[in-house]
């Protein structure tokens, strides 16, 4: 089955950076749009990126401009660079298969103190 291994959040002051890591297993993953996504506390889970098998991104409006999607097809991994971070950042950050959602993950944690 699919497993997803989400890696890289932390804690960091406002306007800091941050790299997430993805490590993707039982898929052809090559093939596959991937999609990272958020989820506050209260809040619904929510889309924060896409890329496709081809490289080509997607983002919500709130990550436009300081978020990069990416994808290494050899490690089977895909990343989320998180520049100029925001307290409204916070969240657990997951990712998935974005046609077809898999079970999620643990997660990461991303916390941004102002």
């Known amino acids: 089955q699919v497993q997803l291994v989400e890696s890289g959040g932390g804690l960091v002051q406002a306007g800091g950076s941050l790299r997430l890591s993805c490590a993707v297993s039982?898929?052809?993953?090559?093939?596959?749009?991937m999609g990272w996504y958020r989820q506050a506390p209260g809040k619904q889970r929510e889309l924060v990126a896409t890329i496709t098998m081809f490289g080509n991104t997607n983002y919500a409006e709130s990550a436009k401009g300081r978020f990069t999607i990416s994808r290494d097809t050899a490690k089977n991994t895909v990343y989320l660079q998180m520049n100029n971070l925001k307290p409204e950042d916070t969240a657990v950050y997951y990712c998935?298969?974005?046609?077809?959602?898999?079970?999620w993950g643990q997660g990461t944690q991303v916390t941004v103190s102002s």
């Open positions: 998935n298969v974005f046609q077809s959602p898999a079970a």
């Open positions: 039982g898929i052809i993953f090559s093939i596959n749009t």
